[in-house]
């Protein structure tokens, strides 16, 4: 669980770790990303240690939508982004057009 992540004795830490060497050993893998917030300190001491790229998603999602607002770009509104339909207000809510 997320929570042990954070418990003394290092046990769920070990096992994050365990997975990305064995990724690395067996996979060949050149990243990877790491999937939960709470592994967030693991990525830099990973790094180090397996010699590859070891990213923090959350972190690294932050940045995107950062560069993605620094460069003026927002959210579609065609296709399945588009606005939604407007729909009729009935009953006690009629009033609130």
């Not at 418990?7 to 365990?18: F, L, T, W, Y």
């Not at 993605?68 to 009935?90: F, R």
């Amino acid at each position: 669980p997320v929570l042990a992540l954070e418990q003394d004795g290092g046990i769920a830490q070990n096992k994050v770790r365990e997975y990305c060497i064995q990724s690395l050993r067996q996979d060949g893998v050149g990243a990877i990303v790491l999937g939960c917030g709470g592994m967030a300190d693991l990525a830099q001491e990973l790094t180090q240690e397996l010699s590859i790229p070891v990213i923090d998603g959350v972190s690294a999602a932050v940045k995107l939508i950062e560069s993605l607002s620094a460069l003026g770009l927002t959210t579609s509104k065609q296709g399945d982004l588009d606005y939604p339909i407007a729909k009729p207000l009935s009953g006690m809510f009629s009033s609130l057009r």
